[in-house]
């Protein structure tokens, strides 16, 4: 339809007496003198506007055409609109140019990244635009945990912001037993947001600055600042020198950020995310059961956690926030299931009888609850119990492996992954540390804390069980400096686990582990067991 015939109905134009245009003349010799008549006079306008018809032919480039009657219309993309609203400067840094390259070159974990952060990234940009800061920042996740939100690095940082404990502390990021504001998606934006924003100011409206500080702490760009001043040399982030990790980061941002302003001219396909909320924050008035939260909506367990990774348990924080992120689809029905569920019906009530031995922390660990839990739900003022009493815990209304992305099975999982060599389940002591493990079996403290779901910083707890994958034992086993050997043992006529255990300074559980035994099973006579002793524990009776 390249030849379409527009009538243009319009109302004749009111015509004032002194702006009569003159009339066309065409050009004459000079030699000529050309006459020219005074104007007439400009007859009265009728009290009627005069109506007249004009028709004329437009010719539409074919893309610009409308749509046929029963064509839909296309559904606003987000990305597109992201792609539109970049504002970092470009450059054509080789810095830059090297990480576009990757990136490019890696269209199936663009692909991966951009469908993960389908959940989120909506509620990021909307932030964004409502803070007034550059929608380029909606890509700083990809960078910091490829939009992971249980992403944990050996720096200790967490979620998709990876933010340190004391970053989040500093931001308001609420952090305990049950609940890590880190990875909770609406407290780590706010947080990475208002640090960002602080640190936009800091470092006088400089973004690439304050994208550096970001990942390297603001003392470590202005030592740089300092440094280069005394040197006589600029303060930019091009000609700081910061650690090797930032001087990557911040081209990486900006690489993502040219990527996404013309995906095509890279041959990436990306896909379409639509422009328009994915969850809604339904308020609660307590602490409900994550289960509960996906019964009653109608989500999967997954989707719950995906969407509430800050929730480390089986429930909600007793002591807040309350509320529970669901998909925009599931909402409604949440909020009509509450209505009806009583108070007293979101986790499940026990009535246990205090035994002789108790403490609020074995009974609170039986429990997957905290000791301060069962103090605040039972109004005890202190620790001391007294046995035969009774105490209301909440608890599970599920069995815990339900519970799919709770802290514990997220473990179990890094724990059980193969690693290659041969798995050992060593249980934490007094005096342990992270280090001292690794020199005695001999392996890398970053590798040790990786098996473990843990960084290198990270306390260990006595009782805590750590897998540690040996690739050479034998080694390990002659290594003079450390306290832990490797000791093969010939059951005899008479042994059980729990008289070797004994023996040997180490638990049933820790043996059952080592040898891949079934508790249930009774050892035979002439059977090999493998066992790693502390040497150090092994003399005197």
């Known amino acids: 339809m390249n030849n379409n015939k527009i009538l243009i109905t319009a109302l004749s134009m009111l015509l004032v007496a002194c702006a009569t245009p003159a009339p066309e003349t065409e050009a004459e010799p000079a030699s000529v003198a050309l006459a020219v008549p005074p104007p007439a006079p ?14 004329m032919t437009v010719k539409l480039d074919a893309g610009l055409l409308p749509l046929a009657p029963d064509e839909p219309l296309p559904k606003p993309d987000l990305l597109s609109r992201l792609s539109r609203s970049l504002v970092l400067p470009e450059t054509g840094r ?31 940009m909307d932030e964004l635009e409502r803070r007034d800061m550059p929608a380029d920042i909606a890509l700083l996740p990809i960078v910091e945990s490829a939009y992971d939100p249980f992403a944990y690095s050996h720096g ?68 740089a600042q300092r440094r280069n001043r005394a040197a006589g040399k600029p303060t930019d982030f091009w000609n700081l020198r910061l650690p090797r990790e930032t001087s990557a980061y911040v081209p990486k941002l900006l690489a993502l950020s040219r990527l996404m302003s013309d995906p095509a001219a890279f041959d990436l396909e990306l896909p379409e995310i639509k422009d ?20 009653l909506s109608g989500a999967t367990m997954d989707e719950i956690y995906a969407l509430n990774p800050g929730y480390n348990r089986w429930a909600t924080d007793p002591d807040g926030p309350y509320r529970a992120v669901v998909p925009i689809t599931h909402a409604e029905t949440l909020i009509a299931g509450l209505q009806t569920t009583p108070g007293d019906a979101r986790v499940k009530w026990l009535r246990y009888r205090i035994k002789p031995g108790d403490s609020l922390i074995s009974i609170a660990s039986r429990h997957d609850t905290t000791p301060e839990v069962v103090q605040k739900v039972n109004s005890l003022r202190g620790n001391t119990i007294r046995s035969g009493d009774h105490l209301m815990i909440p608890t599970a209304t599920r069995d815990l492996t339900l519970y799919t992305q709770s802290a514990d099975l997220r473990l ?71 306290k832990v050997r490797k000791i093969n043992y010939t059951v005899r006529r008479g042994d059980s686990l729990a008289r070797i255990s004994q023996k040997f300074r180490v638990s049933i559980n820790e043996l059952k582990d080592w040898n891949r035994l079934d508790i249930k099973n009774y050892i035979q006579p002439g059977q090999r067991l493998v066992m790693y002793v502390d040497v150090t524990r092994q003399s005197g009776g």
């Open 42 to 55: 400009v007859p009265a306008m009728p009290s009627t506007p005069e109506i007249v018809t004009v028709e």
């Open 94 to 124: 080789k810095e830059v140019e090297g990480q576009l390259n990757w990136f490019a070159k890696h269209p199936s974990y663009m692909q991966r990244v951009f469908v993960r952060s389908e959940r989120y990234i909506w509620y990021i």
């Open 156 to 223: 200790r940082a967490a979620g998709l912001w990876q933010i340190i404990p004391a970053t989040g502390r500093r931001f308001g990021a609420k952090q305990n037993w049950w609940y890590d504001g880190r990875r909770d998606v609406i407290d780590s934006t706010r947080a990475a947001l208002d640090y960002l924003e602080f640190l936009h100011r800091e470092f006088d409206g400089d973004w690439l600055l304050a994208v550096a500080a970001y990942n390297s702490g603001e003392g470590n760009v202005r030592k």
């Open 276 to 295: 328009e909320p994915y969850f809604e924050i339904v308020p609660l008035d307590g602490q409900v059961d994550l289960a509960l939260l996906a019964d």
């Open 412 to 482: 179990a999982r890094t724990q059980g992954r193969a690693r290659g060599g041969e798995k050992v389940t060593y249980k934490v002591r007094s005096g342990d540390s992270l280090w001292d493990i690794a020199q005695d079996f001999g392996v890398s403290t970053r590798a040790l804390a990786k098996w473990n779901g843990m960084a290198p910083g990270d306390t260990l707890s006595v009782g805590k069980r750590l897998v540690i994958w040996n690739k050479q034992p034998t080694r390990q086993a002659a290594s003079p400096p450390g």
